[in-house]
């Protein structure tokens, strides 16, 4: 059975494109279902022997070093079938290093009940034999719904899968990451804020980074990639006079620009660059310039301390979604951070 879901489940169909890497779980499933039904004929079996009617063995004293070697060999079976099946990601091999622990543990208690019998202790392979069978069952019903229920991906897995993610030089912010299991597979779903506003440039970066993780991760087999912001963020930009504290009045002839990222529910003091003001000292297009500028770098939020004059500025800075904000009362930027900070957690609750 395990092999044969492990063959069937690396097949592309023209029905299932992508894999059949379920029947893996299907198939580990069987498995636990064959438990429940060996559970089912242990109780049948010993029931009616309770009376201690049935011969347990003809000579138990040389039975029972089979059933303890026996049982020994399971155990070692089932930890080489579980090393294993965890480092492949094999839901089926995991199932039946399970099945060899529930031998191994049955053979125990069939020897101890062997032993009991050579004492002299009447009816003890019927009672063995229910005991075998509740512990059976119980490992049956669990490798059942291990089986069914394998879909889930470990929070562990999906923090490497992110830090992975976080590295790459075309990726801003990793806004979320999950994912489902599907067989020995995995297919995950990543969320990014791209570092650039360019739709071509972050679908080129975005299937950069979709080889980079499946060459890090190999046992995924498809990676989605979805653009977003995480809620409540806030990139923005503040015009600076010379001293880089002072907020200034004017947008195009601001000597230099601050760029804030604040983090929704995040009190530490927000990542700031100062940036040099790259539309200064343009004779014509000074103000859309550096609004182009802001859009290429991502902000969301500009603001100043009074009404943009400039239409086409204006006009630029809608195209790119940066909304304008007039706060009379920032002078400083220390001021500026602190009522963006109340928008920021506005946003968020």
Not at 69 to 98: H, I, M, N, Q, T
Not at 294 to 320: C, F, N, S
Request: proline residues 5%; glycine residues 8%.
């Amino acid at each position: 059975l395990i092999v044969t879901g492990i063959r069937l489940s690396g097949r592309h169909t023209t029905t299932f494109p992508n894999g059949l890497y379920k029947l893996e779980n299907l198939f580990a499933a069987a498995v636990g279902a064959i438990l429940l039904v060996l559970a089912y004929e242990l109780v049948r079996a010993s029931i009616p022997h309770l009376d201690g009617t049935l011969l347990f063995s003809r000579d138990p004293v040389y039975a029972l070093p089979f059933f303890v070697a026996a049982a020994l060999l399971g155990v070692v079976l089932g930890w080489v079938k579980r090393r294993v099946g965890r480092a492949e990601g094999c839901p089926s091999l995991l199932a039946d290093a399970y099945f060899s622990f529930a031998d191994a543990v049955a053979l125990v208690i069939i020897g101890v009940a062997l032993a009991l019998d050579i004492a002299g202790v009447p009816r003890v392979d019927a009672m063995a034999g229910l005991v075998v069978a509740a512990f059976v069952a119980v490992v049956g019903a669990w490798i059942l719904r291990g089986a069914l229920l394998d879909a889930s991906v470990s929070r562990d897995f999906l923090d490497r899968v992110r830090r992975v993610a976080e590295m790459d030089p075309g990726v801003r912010r990793v806004v979320a990451v999950d994912g489902r299991n599907s067989g020995a597979f995995v297919f995950l779903h990543v969320v990014v804020e791209p570092s650039t506003v360019d739709l071509r440039v972050a679908h080129r970066e975005a299937r950069a980074m979709q080889q980079r993780l499946l060459t890090a991760f190999p046992n995924v087999d498809s990676i989605s990639v979805e653009f977003g912001e995480p809620a409540g963020d806030v990139s923005a930009a503040v015009m600076l006079t010379e001293d880089g504290v002072q907020v200034a009045r004017d947008f195009g002839s601001a000597p230099s620009v601050a760029l804030v990222e604040l983090v929704a529910r995040d009190e530490t003091a927000p990542r700031t660059q100062v940036l040099p003001n790259p539309a200064r000292g343009l004779t014509r297009g000074g103000e859309v310039n550096l609004a182009v500028f802001l859009g290429r770098q991502g902000t969301g939020v500009l603001l100043m301390p009074d009404r943009l004059m400039d239409v086409a500025a204006r006009e630029t800075l809608a195209a790119y979604a940066i909304d304008v904000i007039v706060s009379p009362d920032v002078q400083t930027l220390p001021d500026a951070i602190a009522a963006l900070r109340t928008r920021v957690d506005r946003r968020s609750s």
